[in-house]
């Protein structure tokens, strides 16, 4: 066993290195692009002095903060639904914030107490400087801290995208915490690294896991030419919402330019990914709670075959949906289709009596 974890280690070592130096490559390549073709553009970018007005859209809830002693740090989150209802904790991706949870802020509100948080280094959050403080047991030890801050012992939790990284790693070492773990787009954490150690297109796909390692390089080609690296994410053919979704309006991008665009936004944000080496291979652990995944079909980040992958470690009821054409941004580009599906996994089996503190 020990001969193994060394040889998994040593071949994540060696996919680092060759991932580090083909995104710096590739990176260069962009660079120099947009320098030839938009000379007196490339790097030009503004910060947004005033948030869009559909921040402070009262129908998606109360803007709060919480200051956690352990920690020392402040978090911010918005709440909806009565006080005393269910817990429903929402823990967003990259590159989002807690705003990328409107439509289940609005959707669930009515059943449960919703929050959305703004996780360590995003938005309205406090965003250490140090790469160490983003390491995996923090990101999990600060749903604990704020589920009972809130006043809960247990949740319903949901996670998208990195969010969804550590609401699985949440349900393996807080198991008593989780009612139930429903996950967008994020395989569990043992799939995604043994799965993209076999498959190169995987590898591929996830070529900015090394790209972010390089320090402030990363933050200056998402910033240039006004964060089009940035819009493009949400709005391109190949990485953004599906030709059948929700579009992000004018104004629903902005909310992300003003977050992003703000001194040390972005580096609090991609400290992620440069702690994340650190903490491979993990040991393969297994989820106790019942499991909803939902997978946009068109994810281009994530291949399909990981979604199925991911039953081995559940030792509980899981269930999966593949939505056809939705993207990696699911719950923006299809939430009516993801609320349905959420509703039908919450009824399933209902607790109410049970789950209620």
């Keep these: 066993m020990e001969r193994l974890q060394i040889n998994a280690t040593n071949r994540y070592i060696a996919a680092s290195s060759s991932g580090l130096q083909y995104s710096r490559a590739v990176a260069l390549l962009k660079l120099w692009w947009s320098i030839l073709i938009r000379p007196s553009t490339t790097f030009q970018w503004a910060i947004r002095e005033n948030p869009p007005a559909c921040l402070n859209d009262t129908s998606l809830g109360t803007h709060c903060y919480v200051r956690i002693k352990e920690s020392g740090l402040?978090?911010?989150?918005?709440?909806?639904?009565?006080?005393?209802?269910?817990?429903?904790?929402?823990?967003?991706?990259?590159?989002?914030?807690?705003?990328?949870?409107?439509?289940?802020?609005?959707?669930?509100?009515?059943?449960?107490?919703?929050?959305?948080?703004?996780?360590?280094?995003?938005?309205?959050?406090?965003?250490?400087?140090?790469?160490?403080?983003?390491?995996?047991?923090?990101?999990?030890?600060?749903?604990?801290?704020?589920?009972?801050?809130?006043?809960?012992?247990?949740?319903?939790?949901?996670?998208?995208?990195?969010?969804?990284?550590?609401?699985?790693?949440?349900?393996?070492?807080?198991?008593?915490?989780?009612?139930?773990?429903?996950?967008?787009?994020?395989?569990?954490?043992?799939?995604?690294?043994?799965?993209?150690?076999?498959?190169?297109?995987?590898?591929?796909?996830?070529?900015?896991?090394?790209?972010?390692?390089?320090?402030?390089?990363?933050?200056?080609?998402?910033?240039?030419?006004?964060?089009?690296?940035?819009?493009?994410?949400?709005?391109?053919?190949?990485?953004?919402?599906?030709?059948?979704?929700?579009w992000l309006t004018t104004e629903d991008l902005e909310t992300y330019l003003y977050n992003f665009s703000q001194p040390g936004a972005l580096t609090g944000a991609l400290n992620y990914f440069r702690s994340i080496f650190n903490y491979l291979p993990l040991s393969h652990n297994d989820v106790r709670a019942p499991v909803l995944l939902l997978w946009g079909e068109r994810d281009a980040f994530m291949e399909q075959e990981m979604a199925e992958a991911c039953r081995i470690y559940i030792r509980n009821h899981f269930r999966l949906n593949i939505i056809s054409g939705a993207s990696h941004w699911l719950q923006q580009d299809q939430p009516d289709i993801v609320n349905t599906l959420i509703w039908t996994f919450l009824k399933e089996g209902e607790c109410r009596k049970i789950y209620r503190n």
Excluded at 83 to 98: A, I, N, S, T, Y
């Design 74 to 246: 402040r978090f911010h989150y918005v709440a909806a639904g009565e006080r005393g209802r269910p817990l429903m904790l929402l823990l967003h991706g990259f590159p989002e914030f807690w705003f990328s949870w409107r439509y289940q802020l609005r959707e669930f509100k009515s059943e449960f107490r919703v929050v959305a948080v703004d996780m360590r280094g995003y938005g309205e959050s406090d965003q250490p400087l140090s790469t160490d403080s983003y390491r995996l047991d923090y990101l999990v030890t600060d749903v604990k801290d704020i589920v009972e801050y809130l006043g809960y012992n247990r949740c319903f939790l949901v996670g998208h995208d990195w969010g969804g990284t550590v609401a699985w790693l949440f349900a393996i070492h807080y198991p008593e915490m989780v009612v139930k773990l429903i996950v967008l787009n994020s395989p569990h954490p043992s799939v995604l690294q043994d799965y993209a150690l076999r498959h190169p297109s995987q590898l591929l796909k996830s070529s900015h896991f090394f790209f972010f390692q390089m320090p402030r390089f990363p933050e200056l080609m998402l910033s240039i030419n006004d964060f089009k690296a940035l819009k493009s994410l949400f709005t391109s053919r190949n990485t953004g919402i599906g030709r059948k979704g929700r």
